[in-house]
T-cell receptor, first 118, second 112 residues
Framework: EPEVTQTPSHQVTQMGQEVILRCVPI?????FYWYRQILGQKVEFLVS????????KSEIFDDQFSVERPDGSNFTLKIRSTKLEDSAMYFC????????????????FGPGTRLTVL | QKEVEQNSGPLSVPEGAIASLNCTYS??????FFWYRQYSGKSPELIMS????GDKEDGRFTAQLNKASQYVSLLIRDSQPSDSATYLC????????????FGQGTRLTINP
């Protein structure tokens, strides 16, 4: 069964450094998302991406964050200058077009990247 | 008021019994509702989606939606120890590109 993949599984970085988290969404999906989950807290939306542009972003997704779909398969999240509070699990998710009313907006999550900022 | 509210638990249920998980949401215009299962240290795994009022069954799982009461529930029949996990309720906001808003999750433990 197709699944979302993410690399790396764990990234350790120094405060102020740039990190790039990578995702390969499910191949026939059109909607792509990044969420994060700080340890012990709920899953929070960061950004959604459709038709090669950001369609929505949260207040968390400030100028330090950017997303890109550099080719037909990868979807990346870049954090330009990491802060201690960026330490979290980052999940990529993807979803199909909403044509099927029985599965509208179902989103499938990758295994996550644990980001630790020291 | 939290957008999506769940009892954080823990909820303990004996093996073989029915586990009942509840969720309320604040935005009356919400359109799609999901239950995800999350094992410790793992990512959310979609187990049920529901869009209209009533019940939807899939194997041992039944999702129930009542839009008038802004209430979603998940029933797990014949609970197994492998069902022990945190169950996340997620709701699709009606505006924007379908972002999901998650509740805090309910930690469920099935006791053998």
């Amino acid at each position: 069964e197709p699944e979302v993949t993410q690399t790396p599984s764990h990234q350790v970085t120094q405060m102020g450094q740039e990190v790039i988290l990578r995702c390969v969404p499910i191949s026939n999906h059109l909607y792509f998302y990044w969420y994060r989950q700080i340890l012990g807290q709920k899953v929070e939306f960061l950004v959604s991406f459709y038709n090669n542009e950001i369609s929505e972003k949260s207040e968390i997704f400030d100028d330090q964050f950017s997303v890109e779909r550099p080719d037909g398969s990868n979807f990346t999240l870049k954090i330009r200058s990491t802060k201690l509070e960026d330490s979290a699990m980052y999940f990529c998710a993807s979803g199909r077009d909403g044509g099927n009313p029985d599965s509208y907006n179902e989103q499938f999550f990758g295994p996550g990247t644990r980001l630790t900022v020291l | 008021q939290k957008e999506v509210e769940q009892n954080s638990g823990p909820l303990s249920v004996p093996e073989g019994a029915i586990a009942s998980l509840n969720c309320t949401y604040s935005d009356r215009g919400s359109q799609s509702f999901f239950w995800y299962r999350q094992y410790s240290g793992k990512s959310p795994e979609l187990i049920m989606s529901i869009y209209s009022n009533g019940d939807k069954e899939d194997g041992r799982f039944t999702a129930q939606l009542n839009k008038a009461s802004q209430y979603v529930s998940l029933l797990i029949r014949d609970s197994q120890p492998s069902d022990s996990a945190t169950y996340l309720c997620a709701v699709n906001r009606p505006q924007g590109a379908q972002k999901l808003v998650f509740g805090q999750g309910t930690r469920l433990t099935i006791n053998p």
